[in-house]
């Protein structure tokens, strides 16, 4: 705050008095502002007071992954409604302040601008550009973000951390798939429809190399977000013979890629990224399709997986939003939740609540496991947490619309692959 000093001649007590009115009225436009230490000797900073601890969450309610971010969000309230009921995070209830930014990047700018001021952390961001956009402002706030995007160029950042498995991880683990199980082998031709942008980019260096490993040949089909007819690009596909697709985007473009496709005559395996899936797409003229020609590689299990902790978050959620699907943002949500919520009490414990000292407290986690996935090591910003990837299936009756096919594992060649690459 600017305090004019007014050159008026007062007493020493008047001036005593006046400085304090007017150091009594400094504080944020939430009040969230503090900077020292809390009444419990807990040391504050943005977003932290004495009774509340305020997250935030730039999210996309409104756009492509608007299904994603309010299974996402809700999830997060969940656990949020949940840690308040038992006396919240050193002693303080959490808050989330949501912000919809319908994956436009521009909006999400003025989002952070609008909350980072009043959040000590950042639970949720969804989108790879969204990311990008905002990474130097993020590590600038040395504010602890978990994105909703897996693109290997948000490693490298302190305060920015991928949770999981990277895309490019993720279509290593997926060209293995298909070669151990689909019998592709050397001299064949894979496909690849991705989205422009980290996510797709990152997702297509993953495939080459594992096709490139296997002597295969790759395909690729770049297309837009708002690509929702993909008619052209089998066709494509079908005139280059290729044996098998994979796809990075989101789930319009895999009901489409795989619909056309067994229109066409084209009955070949799809590999889909994770945020390529949807329940909703079970009930769609895609459905038969889908059950029969796709599978999806993730960093996290299936929600109708028999995990116990999954299993609970699902009767919890059910039972909390007995309207809403069941899919992965909620289990991806939920897991962001509950890993941010331990850095926060290990913070506390050591004594502070400050960004940095969240930040330093969950790069010091090496071991962190929520029982919903794989462990994940944080303390090393240049890799990817975990290098396990899960492949699922659709499944109609399943709970999320997706059962398990192989358990999470280290596809061969990973390690190999992040050396060259220098992670």
Request: aromatic share 4%; proline share 4%; glycine share 10%.
């Amino acid at each position: 705050m600017n305090v004019k000093h007014h050159r008026n001649r007062l007493t020493g007590i008047a001036t005593a008095a006046a400085v304090a009115l007017l150091m009594a009225g400094c504080s944020s436009k939430a009040g969230d502002q503090s900077t020292g230490d809390g009444a419990d000797g807990v040391k504050t900073g943005p977003g932290v007071t004495d009774s509340t601890l305020r997250l935030g969450a730039l999210t996309d309610l409104t756009g492509p992954y608007a299904t994603l971010g309010k299974s996402i969000v809700q999830a997060q309230k969940m656990w949020a409604d949940e840690t308040n009921a038992k006396d919240g995070i050193c002693g303080r209830k959490v808050e989330i302040v949501v912000k919809d930014h319908g994956y436009d990047v521009q909006k999400a700018v003025a989002a952070y601008a609008d909350i980072a001021a009043d959040v000590v952390a950042l639970p949720q961001v969804i989108g790879s550009p969204v990311v990008a956009a905002l990474l130097d402002d993020i590590e600038r706030d040395q504010l602890l973000t978990f994105p909703q995007a897996w693109a290997a160029s948000l490693l490298g950042k302190d305060s920015v951390q991928v949770l999981g498995t990277t895309y490019d991880v993720d279509m290593i683990a997926a060209v293995d798939f298909l070669t151990r199980t689909k019998g592709l082998g050397k001299g064949d031709t894979i496909g690849h429809v991705y989205f422009e942008g980290d996510y797709g980019t990152n997702a297509l260096e993953g495939s080459r190399w594992a096709a490139g490993r296997a002597g295969m040949k790759v395909v690729d089909q770049k297309i837009k977000a708002t690509d929702t007819d993909l008619s052209a690009q089998v066709s494509a596909l079908r005139k280059a013979g290729v044996k098998a697709v994979l796809i990075s985007a989101g789930p319009a473009q895999t009901a489409s890629l795989t619909g056309v496709a067994a229109s066409r005559g084209l009955r070949v395996p799809i590999v889909s990224s994770a945020p390529g899936f949807a329940p909703q797409l079970m009930k769609t003229p895609a459905a038969a399709a889908l059950e029969g020609m796709l599978h999806v590689v993730s960093a996290a299990p299936a929600v109708s997986s028999d995990l116990p902790a999954v299993r609970s978050m699902v009767a919890a959620y059910r039972k909390k939003y007995p309207g809403s699907p069941v899919d992965s943002g909620v289990l991806s949500g939920y897991n962001a939740a509950q890993l941010l919520g331990a850095d926060l009490k290990k913070a506390c414990e050591g004594g502070s609540l400050a960004r940095e000292d969240v930040v330093k407290a969950h790069r010091s986690q090496k071991n962190a496991d929520t029982g919903l996935g794989s462990p994940q090591d944080f303390s090393d910003v240049a890799r990817p947490a975990s290098l396990a990837t899960y492949v699922l299936r659709p499944d109609p009756k399943a709970v999320g619309g997706l059962v398990g096919v192989e358990d999470a594992h280290s596809a061969p060649g990973v390690e190999e692959y992040l050396t060259s690459s220098g992670s």
